[in-house]
């Protein structure tokens, strides 16, 4: 099977929610950035967790047993899924935002006033507002990455002169929620290391789109959310085996404190996990069907994500197309179909006349789900001008298809 050539049938029956009809006619999801559609194992996954092994941790019995063997295949998976040898690197949240407070404040120990930390104006605010708050409290200086308003992309010119031997903490996202940018992660956090500062990596825009390799990035933390990948709603944490051990978190004294549970203050959401093991199966299942001779999980995910990358590439040539055709609308970001590598296939637009939340109602009866508002990319839509009213937020994903973009372009053309 070619890389851009996934079997849509296949994958599109794994998800019942795409079988929705309104007023008796199909509609197409276009709300993948705010939560993607899951495949029908993972609800069976949760259910048959909470009715067959609901069970607390560390019991000495056989149901406790059962669900402890669900918890820790959980814990690998993810750690497969990020690229990380290690599944004691992995802990489970409520959310990334939840996880991100509870990091910020374990860093934010060791900051003297003084210390600088570097966050950017792309990123979504739970990368943002969680190390703001925490410089306040320490006293330490918050420099902001500015952004460039042609193309949605950082400026990494300031950025580079913003690191200095003071900084602490450079705090960045893979993918923006907003515009669709992939940001040069890897040369930032190479240049956060130069300096001596640690890197905290959000994933949660980018994860669905393409693969992760924690070990590549050199990443210290990265965080992700499995509903954003086909999961419940669930917050994933990865971090440097050395630094979750060394740092001392905020946590109960009767708290295990070992990993991984020494970054999962109370009980964990089991079901939640058992879940997220199964979207990852998902995963796994489609790159053996993309690639069958995969030697194991992560060989099988990766040949997922890079066909899932190069199948979405397509689609955003698609849409990038037509929406070139539509002068009334601006499109914020990556608009050149040369830089099509550079953007994951999320396409906020303003229009002349109409603000994003008349323009989602409209295609929302029209059957074509969509967000409107900022995202809670605060940054961004400051910087841009955009607040009140944000953006409207046409987000793709690989269950989508070819007729769907069609049929969404159609629909913004009809609006006018």
């Known amino acids: 099977m070619s890389a851009n050539r996934l079997d849509l049938d296949w994958i599109r029956g794994e998800f019942p929610g795409l079988a929705h009809r309104q007023q008796g006619a199909p509609v197409a999801f276009f709300d993948g950035p705010a939560g993607s559609q899951v495949p029908a194992r993972v609800g069976d996954a949760v259910r048959q ?195 979750l051990e060394s740092l001392a978190p905020y946590k109960l004294r009767v708290a295990t404190n070992t990993l991984p549970g020494r970054w999962m203050t109370g009980t964990a959401c089991h079901e939640g996990i058992a879940g997220a093991l199964a979207s990852i199966d998902y995963l796994n299942d489609l790159g053996r069907r993309v690639q069958p001779a995969a030697s194991n999980r992560r060989e099988a995910l990766l040949a997922a994500l890079r066909a899932i990358q190069a199948y979405e590439q397509d689609l955003s040539l698609q849409m990038l197309a037509g929406l070139a055709r539509l002068p009334q609308y601006r499109v914020w970001g990556i608009t050149d179909p040369a830089r099509v590598a550079e953007r994951v296939p999320t396409f906020s637009l303003t229009h002349t006349t109409q603000t994003p939340a008349q323009l989602a109602t409209q295609l929302a009866e029209a059957g074509c789900y969509a967000w409107a508002g900022n995202h809670y990319a605060l940054g961004f839509s400051e910087a841009a001008g955009l607040e009140p009213h944000g953006t409207l937020r046409i987000g793709l994903l690989h269950y989508n298809t070819p007729a769907e973009v069609d049929r969404v372009l159609g629909e913004l053309a009809r609006i006018g």
């Open 49 to 243: 967790y909470l009715l067959h092994t609901n069970s607390q941790h560390g019991g000495l019995f056989e149901v406790s047993r059962a669900s402890d063997a669900i918890l820790d295949a959980g814990h690998q998976a993810l750690a497969d899924f990020v690229g990380s040898p290690d599944p004691g690197t992995i802990a489970f949240g409520a959310n990334m935002t939840t996880l991100t407070f509870a990091v910020s404040r374990a860093l934010a120990r060791s900051w003297l006033p003084g210390d600088e930390i570097v966050v950017t104006w792309l990123d979504h605010e739970a990368n943002v507002g969680p190390w703001q708050q925490a410089a306040t409290d320490a006293g330490v200086v918050v420099h902001k990455v500015p952004v460039r308003l042609a193309d949605g992309t950082l400026d990494l010119a300031q950025f580079h002169e913003m690191l200095s031997p003071r900084t602490r903490l450079v705090a960045v996202g893979l993918a923006s929620n907003m515009t669709g940018t992939v940001n040069p992660v890897a040369e930032m956090v190479a240049a956060a290391h130069e300096v001596g500062a640690l890197t905290y990596l959000d994933a949660v825009h980018y994860a669905p789109h393409a693969p992760l390799d924690v070990v590549d990035l050199g990443a210290d933390f990265l965080v992700c959310s499995a509903y954003k990948f086909f999961g419940p709603h669930l917050g994933v944490l990865y971090g440097r085996r050395e630094l």
